[in-house]
């Protein structure tokens, strides 16, 4: 599985965007999926997470009720609905997968597949 991130750009405090990771081969739905974002200067953080199906979903304390993640298996597509965002939301957004038996979700070291990402930049 190949991963590519995009859907960023630059949006005022409060404003919206939605970030979209696109998946290649055929084994998408089997794995848990998430982002990632680093701003500059700063370790990679996590921010949600979502599993196969997608029937649980887990999110940072930071965007908690702001972001929301999902999927759709049958476009091989994660996406990222980001509402209301802040200057503090700006870094580079990455998408990541992980197989079932792999480590603990908010980790990027359990994530065996990383695409490149796209740049998120909220000014106030």
């Known amino acids: 599985v190949q991963l590519q991130a995009s859907g960023g750009g630059s949006v005022q405090t409060g404003g919206s965007l939605r970030l979209s990771c696109a998946a290649s081969g055929r084994t998408f739905s089997s794995y848990r999926m998430a982002w990632f974002r680093q701003a500059p200067g700063k370790e990679r953080e996590f921010v949600a997470h979502?599993?196969?199906?997608?029937?649980?979903?887990y999110y940072a304390d930071s965007v908690k009720g702001r972001f929301t993640i999902s999927r759709d298996n049958a476009k091989n597509t994660m996406y990222l609905q980001q509402n209301m965002l802040k200057p503090e939301d700006t870094a580079v957004y990455h998408c990541a997968a992980r197989t079932p038996s792999g480590g603990v979700y908010y980790l990027p070291q359990s994530y065996d597949l990383w695409g490149p990402g796209t740049q998120v930049t909220v000014s106030s």
């Open positions: 979502i599993t196969g199906t997608g029937s649980i979903t």
